[in-house]
């Protein structure tokens, strides 16, 4: 089966199970093209969706994935838990542990929460998004929408555009794009960038026109609306400017890139409409691959049991 | 180890066409046949009685594959990551008699798990199995509807088919562990 | 084994006696009576007397902490005045200065008062640190004279900063009163913003928001040019970072009022052990680079740290088995103490072992104005007995403070407390 247990980051996971993964991936697509888009390989199989954070985007595309897997699934989500009256996340743990769980998909905003658990609990526990960290089935669903335009991950040129600071998409595109011997540059406004960023192997540049000019793939991500105004960029029109995928920028480019985007989109900010509707997109595509690299991570993690200590 | 050779190419090849005129035999309307070809060996064997069918009658019978990794009932005791080749059914099986296709017939199980991911393609009218090889020790209320070879088999022998699609050489081999 | 009142006449027997204070080793036998030091030389044995046998041991003064929290009022679940005193024992320490970010805080006469009081029924000798503002609100002066006539020693916010350079500058200037140090907590509130660790390329990989060292440092220039101006004591607490060693280094050579302590944990581990996310290692200011760690032992060979202070800070499990953003900053550290200052220092960095004693012994005990010709007959006795070479491996059994949030357990040490002698008290390690 695959190395590890679980699925914390892709930091320093294995190449081959990072394809191992994505080929299963695409024949689950082959599964979700079905008239009836559903089998039964993990049934009998408990999976708890443990939501620390909202994310309705990432939260049903796991649910689907493990209901087209025939797993049962629970969600539990912060707002509605009992961490608000003051029970520690070990004792919720431990309280999902109890019940019998086979795995845990958790999103939390705290870097290394996913890590954490595995203190508490012997579930297979898939990282659905740390915080600032990793979100590891973010980026590998990103690499296998580029492996399905591309037909290879190995030497081709993505350019990542955004705030690179607060987002766990770039750190596990990063890991993950490197182990698979693509090239990634980081465009975004300088104090979005962190200082140690060029340790991850990675090149930097501000100039938006030169990475387009530079790369096969853009994955733009999300610039977060409360950045806005609390100094880290000083307006939405200053950031689209410099670093806004428009409709100009691309047509001056005369050229075929390919357009990422993680979702949800800020239309008119990091990206217009026209571009994200446009040919060049992949956005729905990501989408529906979101659901079948999902479903092949459950099945890979959740089907086999793992070598005896391991 | 011992090998020993049951069917040559030759009997393959006579197999099949006994095969094919059994299909037909039993199931006047052509035109409403589907071939689905199991993972590996019956992807092949589905092909060669489409070409012969074609041959004998001169229609071409719809043909699919169907990879049941996804379906297994063992999977969660195994050890290692199964390779899936993948279905690849891009009609519907709605009102169709389908011959399900595979090499040999033993357990029982893959079988199982082919007739449950049949349902996926829609509602067929009728579903027959064709094997090349039937070697007995059924594990569940299976039985096929055509049959290359019946080769009873003791404990510690097994049926090995190799075609030449996929493994260079057409034969039909029974392998006894111990002599 | 554990805490016992002494008998009349005991023996420490056949130690080398590491005396910091006259710079001289050497073998003897001390003999104490009443828990006072009788004589030191080479005795024949009163048969009514307790022979405790040094043979292959040190036998040199009780180390003396600048810099600990005991929690007691307000968290007396973490620690407590009594718990943290056996766990100083436990550690070789005969005396220790407590921070005052109590609840309420240490900054009123009558709170001195409160730690005096407890601090007589306890086996060590207990130095409470006032707070330089009420409230720690880094604000309103508190009442500094009165506090040091009830036996404060030191004036700290310590765990809040004082950020505004006005009121630093006051404090210090205030000081003067009395001549005791100043000691800042350095950091810049809004450089260190939401940190958790060192920023840095462990910080970018593990997602947590980073500390920079900087936040470190332009709060200890800003201190010790303060210093400068206004020529009062200032003491810099745990220093993490090269260029706060750098910059104490260079205000040394022209100011003697300048005097700074590092804990045993930053020069023991580096930002890459936090690479599993262990909340133990959650620590303010936080555990930095390798180049910051060669820096600090650098600084502790040469001179231009003091002493070492372990910031001994107990936390409830509770506080610390959560999400590294909700833990509590701080580890414990008396029980573990020599044992890793005296792997690293003495064993990897060549050190010689009288100088590690200095910065445990007479040197905290100089720059806090307390006596530290200890080695005298007639006086009470502050012992601390080591087998400087055994290897251990830390563990919770060695944990005697009312709290286990140690990232040293199942680490390997090299040299340990056998004996602590205090106010006619011996402490055994098992």
């Avoid at chain 2, 169709?96 to 357990?107: A, T």
């Avoid at chain 3, 280094?249 to 804990?263: F, H, I, P, W, Y």
Wanted: proline fraction near 4%; glycine fraction near 8%; hydrophobic fraction near 40%.
């Amino acid at each position: 089966m695959l190395e590890q247990k679980h699925l914390l980051g892709l930091e320093g996971y294995p190449g081959k199970d990072i394809q191992t993964i994505i080929d299963t991936a695409f024949n689950f697509r082959e599964v979700l093209d079905r008239p009836i888009k559903k089998v039964p390989s993990l049934q009998g199989v408990t999976i708890v969706n443990l939501f620390f954070e909202n994310s309705t985007r990432t939260r049903i595309s796991f649910e689907l994935a493990q209901k087209r897997l025939s797993a049962d699934t629970v969600n539990f989500s912060a707002s509605s838990s009992s961490l608000k009256k003051g029970e520690s996340f070990k004792d919720t743990s431990q309280n999902i542990e109890a019940m019998k769980i086979d795995a845990v998909v958790m999103r939390h905003p705290t870097p290394g929460s996913p890590k954490h658990l595995t203190n508490f609990i012997d579930s297979v526990i898939i990282n659905a998004g740390d915080g600032t960290h990793e979100h590891p089935t973010q980026a590998i669903l990103d690499m296998m929408s580029l492996y399905e335009k591309f037909g290879k991950l190995k030497g081709l040129r993505i350019g990542i555009v955004g705030d690179i600071m607060h987002s766990r998409v770039a750190l596990s595109n990063i890991h993950g794009l490197k182990t698979m011997g693509a090239k990634v540059t980081l465009c975004g406004p300088p104090n979005l960038i962190p200082e140690h960023i060029n340790d991850l192997g990675v090149s930097y540049s501000n100039n938006l026109d030169e990475v387009i000019e530079w790369a096969d793939a853009l994955n733009v991500l999300r610039i977060q609306k409360e950045r806005m105004g609390r100094g880290l960029v000083p307006s939405t029109r200053e950031y689209r400017s410099f670093f806004g995928i428009t409709s100009d920028r691309i047509k001056n480019h005369k050229k075929e890139i390919v357009i990422m985007h993680p979702g949800p989109m800020n239309r008119g900010v990091e990206i217009d409409g026209s571009v994200a509707d446009g040919d060049q997109t992949i956005i729905l595509d990501q989408v529906l691959n979101g659901v079948a690299s999902r479903m092949s991570i459950l099945y890979l993690l959740c089907g086999g049991k793992t070598v005896e200590g391991v | 180890m011992k090998k020993i050779v049951l069917m040559n190419k030759e009997a393959v090849a006579r197999s099949i066409t006994r095969l094919c005129h059994e299909i037909l035999e039993k199931n006047v309307n052509s035109k409403d046949i589907v071939l689905i070809g199991i993972h590996n060996r019956g992807v092949p064997l589905a092909q060669r009685i489409q070409s012969k069918v074609n041959e004998m009658i001169g229609v071409q019978l719809e043909r699919g594959s169907l990879d049941i990794t996804f379906h297994r009932d063992d999977f969660r005791e195994r050890l290692v990551v199964p390779e899936v080749k993948g279905t690849d059914i891009s009609f519907t099986l709605n009102d169709k008699v389908v011959i399900l296709v595979d090499d040999v017939l033993y357990s029982g199980r893959t079988v199982r798990a082919a007739l449950d991911e049949l349902n996926s393609f829609g509602r067929a009218s009728m579903v027959q199995l064709a094997v090349l090889v039937d070697r007995g020790h059924r594990e569940l209320p299976i039985k096929a509807d055509y049959i290359g070879k019946n080769i009873p088999t003791h404990e510690g022998e097994h049926v090995n088919v190799t075609l030449e699609e996929t493994d260079d050489i057409d034969s039909v081999l029974l392998i006894r562990e111990k002599e | 084994m554990g805490l016992e009142k002494i008998s009349k006449n005991v023996l420490l027997k056949g130690g080398t006696i590491v005396d910091p204070y006259h710079n001289k080793t050497y073998k003897a036998d001390i003999w104490l009576k009443n828990g006072d030091i009788f004589d030191i030389g080479n005795f024949d044995i009163p048969s009514s007397s307790d022979i405790i046998d040094c043979t292959g041991k040190v036998v040199t003064h009780g180390f003396c902490d600048l810099h600990v929290h005991f929690r007691e009022p307000g968290r007396e679940d973490k620690e407590t005045i009594k718990t943290g005193s056996i766990a100083g024992m436990a550690g070789g320490f005969t005396r220790v200065c407590v921070m005052p970010n109590t609840n309420p805080p240490l900054d009123s006469p009558e709170s001195v008062n409160f730690i005096m009081k407890k601090a007589q029924e306890c086996p060590i000798h207990i130095h409470p640190i006032g707070a330089v503002t009420k409230g720690q609100d880094g604000r309103n002066l508190t009442e500094m004279g009165l506090m040091y006539q009830e036996g404060a020693v030191a004036f700290s916010d310590d765990g809040i900063p004082i950020q505004d350079g006005a009121m630093m500058r006051i404090a210090l200037e205030y000081s003067k009163l009395i001549d005791v140090p100043v000691i800042n907590h350095a950091e810049d509130e809004c450089l260190r913003a939401e940190g958790v660790m060192n920023e840095g390329k462990i910080s970018t990989r593990l997602g947590l928001p980073g500390n920079p060292d900087l936040a470190e440092s332009s709060m200890v220039h800003r201190d010790l040019e303060l210093a400068d101006f206004t020529g009062a004591k200032i003491h810099v607490p745990h220093v993490s970072s090269a260029k706060a060693v750098d910059l104490i280094r260079k205000m040394k050579q022209q100011n003697d009022n300048v005097t700074a302590e590092v804990t045993p944990h930053h020069i023991f581990f580096n930002e890459e052990d936090l690479i599993t996310y262990d909340t133990n290692l959650k620590v303010a200011p936080p555990i930095r680079s390798e180049i910051d760690r060669m820096a600090l032992i650098s600084a502790a060979k040469d001179g231009t740290i003091d002493c070492i202070a372990t910031d001994h800070a107990p936390h409830t499990v509770e506080d610390k088995e959560t999400t590294f953003d909700l833990a509590s900053f701080g580890m414990i550290g008396l029980e573990s103490c020599f044992g890793v200052v005296n792997k690293v220092l003495c064993k990897e960095s060549n050190m010689n072992l009288i100088d590690l004693i200095c910065l445990l012994t007479m040197q905290p005990r100089n720059l806090m104005g307390f006596d530290s010709d200890l080695f005298c007959k007639g006086s009470s006795a502050e012992i601390t007995i080591i087998d400087a070479e055994e290897d251990w491996i830390f563990s919770k059994e060695h944990i005697k403070s009312k709290s286990i949030n140690s990232p040293y357990i199942g680490k390997k040490l090299i040299g340990k407390i056998k004996y602590t002698i205090s106010k006619s008290h011996i402490y055994k390690n098992s």
